[in-house]
């Protein structure tokens, strides 16, 4: 059974500029997750994407979006990057939206410069 | 602002049993409770999670008060692999706070 698993590990990139952050969801769930997580705090939910729709959004601008594939795998877009932006963003797989444990990632440290 | 709290920091000596607490007075009354640790700004691990029961697992155990305001978890054993930041959370978005950094001492 394989993890989930996120691409890239580190990224810099400077202010204005967009990224793409991509996570691939364990085997057989069919929902994922996205959290910020800043240096000494706990995660922050972004949003949340169940059978290719979003399920759940958390108090992230627009300029946050997400996108989730047939086989489930998802990718996070951040456009406009701020230095605030700067973080280890986290993705988490679940099965049939909520209610059960939501298995992460090792994450993407990210980088504003 | 919706969130859990939970002490910054708790030592237990290797080998005793670790007891974590967390309060969580905004959940609702269909609002799991789960728990998860994170080591060195690795993903987190989850660790259990629970309803209104009290739930055990390999890992810990997770005893919820009636009120469903507030749980504990319990590492029957701490080993020093058991150092780690330990998040409680709720909701399916996983409403958390800014975790206990527990240090097992040998």
């Known amino acids: 059974e394989t993890g989930v698993t996120q691409s890239p590990t580190h990224l810099i990139k400077t202010r204005g500029q967009q990224v793409t952050l991509r996570c691939s969801s364990q085997s057989g769930h069919n929902t994922v997750s996205w959290y910020q997580q800043a240096l000494g705090q706990g995660p922050q939910f972004i949003f949340q994407y169940y059978r290719e729709e979003e399920n759940g959004r958390g108090n992230f601008p627009p300029r946050f979006s997400g996108l989730q594939f047939p086989n489930y795998s998802s990718e996070l877009n951040v456009n406009a990057l701020e230095l605030d932006d700067s973080a280890l963003y986290l993705c988490?797989?679940?099965?049939?939206?909520?209610?059960?444990?939501?298995?992460f990632g090792p994450g993407t440290r990210l980088l504003v410069l | 602002d919706a969130k859990t709290t939970q002490p910054p920091s708790m030592d237990c000596a290797e080998g005793r049993a670790a007891n974590l607490p967390c309060n969580h007075s905004?959940?609702?009354?269909?609002?799991?409770v789960y728990w998860y640790r994170q080591i060195h700004s690795q993903g987190p691990q989850y660790i259990i999670h629970g309803l209104k029961n009290n739930e055990t697992n390999e890992m810990a155990s997770l005893i919820i008060t009636e009120d469903r305001k507030s749980s504990t978890l319990i590492l029957p054993h701490a080993t020093l692999r058991d150092t780690a930041v330990y998040y409680c959370a709720y909701n399916y978005q996983l409403i958390w706070g800014a975790g206990t950094k527990l240090i097992i001492k040998p």
């Open positions: 988490a797989s679940s099965l049939d939206g909520g209610g059960g444990p939501q298995y």
């Open positions: 905004t959940i609702s009354g269909n609002e799991y």
